[in-house]
């Protein structure tokens, strides 16, 4: 079964400085898509990024990448120029399986508290 | 503007009470799901469906019901089968194109049982 690994609960990064959140990932699968996932106080998910297993090159959003490397199956998130919004659950999720099959996994999130 | 929505925002039901949540999106997803969250587990998949008159059981289907008559629609019944029912349920809808996998998700719904 695909699993998903969070292993941070909380985080806390200063205003304007940058923060990096892990993930790891079990998978026997080749073909699947990596998220990240945010979820501010009002409890809205809302996505942050995504990369697919099949692409080397590492997702980019503005202030946000991620750093892919799918030997180790390790997602992490990094966050540049932190803002107070940035403060939020942050969830990592897999999804595999096309068409009928496909499902998303989630990790348990961690916690990204954003100070002056 | 396009969306899902998830009424009501705040939903109070004695035990033993079938309670029904529910998930509209003009998306024109094909896709939908209903997913779990407690504190500190993240979220948990319900059910979900492809297609208009097809579900399937997600990692924890035991205790809920659900239906897709309709492309917009996906209502999850929470029985009183379900042992702990209290918890913030969101819905999430997703195209099953390739191209676009991630899912969108509504505003959520927190059930109290009580």
């Known amino acids: ?116 | 503007d396009g969306g899902i929505t998830q009424s009501p925002k705040y939903l109070f039901r004695k035990e033993g009470q079938n309670v029904t949540l529910s998930c509209e999106q003009n998306l024109n997803h094909d896709a939908m799901y209903w997913y779990r969250q407690d504190p500190g587990q993240g979220l948990r998949l319900i059910y979900y469906s492809q297609i208009v008159n097809d579900f399937q059981k997600g990692d924890i289907a035991e205790g809920y019901s659900v239906s897709r008559e309709k492309k917009e629609s996906f209502p999850l019944t929470v029985t009183s089968a379900q042992k702990n029912p209290t918890a913030f349920y969101l819905c999430a809808s997703s195209t099953r194109d390739r191209s676009s996998y991630e899912q969108y998700f509504g505003p959520g719904t927190r059930l109290t049982v009580t």
């Open chain 1, 1 to 116: 079964a695909q699993t998903v690994t969070q292993s941070q609960p909380e985080m806390s990064v200063q205003e304007a400085e940058t923060v990096t959140l892990s993930c790891t990932y079990d998978t026997s699968e080749s073909d699947y898509y990596l998220f990240w996932y945010k979820q501010p106080p009002s409890r809205q998910m809302i996505l942050v990024i995504r990369q697919e297993a099949y692409k080397q090159q590492n997702a980019t959003e503005n202030r946000f990448s991620v750093n892919f490397q799918k030997a180790a199956k390790s997602f992490s998130l990094k966050i540049s120029d932190s803002q107070l919004g940035d403060a939020a659950m942050y969830f990592c999720a897999y999804r595999w399986g096309f068409g009928t099959a496909s499902k998303l996994t989630f990790g348990t999130g961690t916690r990204l508290q954003v100070t002056l």
